[in-house]
């Protein structure tokens, strides 16, 4: 392997961690209710909104196969 592919890899690696943190998170955090400027809300709302960003990166970064992967580990970890 060449360096450049472990690097790629070793940010692949790191990134699906944060996705499957986040996916997580959101979920635990939906049953939370909080109060922004007045206005009530659950607390998933923060987070949910940076697991399709992370999707999208991986989309573009790495291709839909990798992208595919990374969003049925996450599922799977919701499941678990």
Known sequence: ???ERIRRLKFLNAVTIIYVVLVICANVMASKVISISGVLTDAGTLTYP????????LAEVFGY???RRVILLGFAANLF
């Open 1 to 3: 392997m060449t360096n």
């Open 50 to 57: 940076f697991t399709f960003m992370i999707g999208d990166i």
């Open 65 to 67: 196969k990798a992208a």
